[in-house]
């Protein structure tokens, strides 16, 4: 429990500055789409590390959550070479922060 704890902070360290820098540098849209690709990375975290299966309702459900926020990013999907470098480090540690959080809670 210890570990897990230790490594929430350690993820948070890092997934602050790289979210706040990836905000910085990209368009709202962009953010928000990156943002969204967070969920999807908790669920293949969560079932490379611990073997959990998201039912066929909830996998239907977020395929139409991230097809409708996609849609309506559409247009402003604004970036910078850097602020895509932060995000696309951001989004997984920022899964990892969510799956480790869960693990202390429990």
Known sequence: RDLNFMAIAVVIGIVT?????????????????????????VVLIEYVLDRKV????RTVLLVAVCVSVMISSKGALGHSYYGTICALIWVPFAALYKVQWGRVKA
């Not at 849209?29 to 967070?38: C, P």
């Not at 998201?54 to 309702?57: A, G, R, T």
């Open 54 to 57: 998201l039912s066929k309702q």
């Open 17 to 41: 500055p790289l979210n706040n820098t990836s905000l910085k540098l990209n368009s709202i849209g962009f953010y928000q789409i990156m943002k969204l690709l967070v969920t999807p990375c």
